[in-house]
């Protein structure tokens, strides 16, 4: 039976995060919470993925349609609870379409949920024959999720809230995750029913098991991985489960080839690749579309952000974003590369050097307290220390061009949008306003005048 429609809880606060943004928006490896559950749910491709939302709708549900843009949106209205939001998306989409199979509900602060485990949830519930399907998991300590009371021959009799459960209730380690597949008419029968006398006063998706029961059993399917289906409620689980789901990254790449000196203090997103032989050393975050390359060194103190970096090159205590470094470059420490830059083979951004929108040649090398913005530099040029390009002239980015085999003397001033041409030689301290054609060398003459006994006799 097809899976008619998946509907994604996502319409609390989350009030123990602390925070003016909505919990499901907080990031976790790179992607929010919901982001990261749309992303698994929609890999079942049901025929209707719809996340229902109330705390900050628009702002949410416009994160929703960017990431996948034939969400449907489903509005809760004031009535509190899991239960009533699932009524409110029942109504929406029965409205629309007829649903005539399975319908998943799962909730959108678990970032490490993940399409396998939903996978084998939706097959238990098929085979099992039953009208609904838990996923649960078994927690050394249960603490703040409902326990799942099962019956002797291990069907689910109801759910008890933490909040609702007696003392021998409380001593059930087997947890709900709060992720169920029901046959799309039992739950439409289960949820108009509801009732919140409960000690909050919500309306409780739990509840709607009971009757789903008169229609068949309710099944349980464990998770086989309970990291996958933990939830964040505040700041200290969130940095908990972070730190665990990068151990488990950082081994990974570990055991395919990539040596990690310090995983504790490295971080790497889950859309990062790597190859082998690469060393990433301490203090190092990798994050977005990044990818390293054979043999390249990344670190100690290093952030790359949607970074391509090619074999064997070197990137040392170093900030870059959206750039691209070429094979065997060498770059820090404490460069600063914004997006858009191309470096070339075998070249060179040294220390304190910062570089926007920078095409760098082969073999070029801008050593050190320089700024190259809005700039091409040809093969195997050198620019001398303290150089920049003065690109921006309070309206415009403007561009700068420099040729192959140029020497650009320390202290340099380009004042853009200006071309220097192949083989030029710059001296120090030039201030360069106008095209130097191939094969030349220039500079600016500054007469130097010293002034003698300038300041007042007290002062001195």
């Given at each position: 039976m097809a899976l008619s429609a998946a509907i994604i809880l996502a319409a609390g606060e989350g009030t123990r995060m602390r925070s003016a943004n909505p919990k499901v928006l907080h990031t976790f490896a790179g992607k929010t919470f919901l982001n990261r559950v749309m992303d698994s749910v929609?890999?079942?491709e049901p025929d209707t993925l719809a996340v229902v939302v109330h705390y900050q709708a628009e702002r949410v549900a416009a994160a929703a349609r960017s990431y996948h843009a034939d969400v449907e949106i489903v509005n809760q209205d004031d009535i509190p609870g899991t239960g009533r939001a699932v009524q409110c998306a029942m109504a929406q989409l029965s409205a629309e379409r007829k649903l005539d199979g399975y319908v998943l509900i799962a909730a959108s602060d678990m970032p490490l949920l993940d399409s396998e485990t939903l996978r084998g949830l939706i097959s238990f519930h098929e085979a099992s024959g039953n009208g609904a399907?838990?996923?649960t998991t078994i927690l050394d300590d249960p603490t703040g999720y409902g326990r799942i009371i099962r019956d002797r021959d291990g069907h689910v009799l109801r759910i008890v809230e933490q909040r609702d459960a007696n003392r021998s209730e409380l001593a059930v380690q087997e947890v709900n995750t709060s992720v169920y597949v029901f046959d799309a008419a039992v739950l439409a029968k289960a949820i108009a029913g509801l009732k919140n006398n409960n000690a909050q006063g919500e309306f409780y998706l739990t509840d709607a098991l009971e009757t789903a029961k008169e229609a068949g059993n309710v099944g349980a399917f464990a998770a086989p991985d309970p990291?996958?289906?933990e939830g964040v409620n505040d700041r200290v689980q969130l940095a908990a489960l972070s730190r665990e789901h990068n151990r488990r990254v950082c081994e990974a790449?570990?055991?395919?080839?990539?040596?990690?000196?310090d995983p504790d203090t490295t971080w790497i997103e889950d859309d990062v690749v790597l190859s082998r032989d690469v060393t990433v050393l301490p203090g190092s975050f990798l994050q977005g579309h990044t990818?390293?390359?054979?043999?390249?060194?990344?670190?100690?103190?290093?952030?790359?952000?949607?970074?391509t970096i090619d074999a064997e090159a070197v990137v040392e205590r170093s900030r870059v974003q959206e750039s691209h470094i070429g094979r065997a470059a060498n770059i820090g420490p404490w460069t600063y590369l914004r997006a858009g830059n191309d470096l070339g083979e075998e070249s060179k951004a040294g220390a304190f050097v910062e570089m926007k929108k920078a095409h760098i040649g082969n073999g070029t090398k801008v050593p050190h307290l320089s700024y190259m913005g809005d700039a091409t530099l040809g093969d195997h040029t050198n620019v001398g220390g303290g150089t920049i390009t003065a690109n921006y002239d309070g309206v415009h980015k403007n561009k700068t061009r420099i040729g192959s085999g140029a020497h650009i003397g320390a202290g340099n001033l380009l004042v853009a949008p200006v071309e220097v041409g192949d083989n030029v030689t710059s001296g120090a301290g030039s201030v360069i306003r106008h095209a130097v054609p191939d094969d030349t060398m220039v500079y600016s003459e500054n007469t130097q005048h010293n002034v003698e006994g300038w300041k007042p006799k007290w002062e001195r």
């Open positions: 929609a890999a079942l399907t838990v996923l990291l996958s289906v790449w570990m055991r395919s080839g990539v040596t990690i000196l990818t390293v390359g054979e043999a390249a060194v990344i670190g100690p103190y290093t952030t790359l952000i949607d970074a």
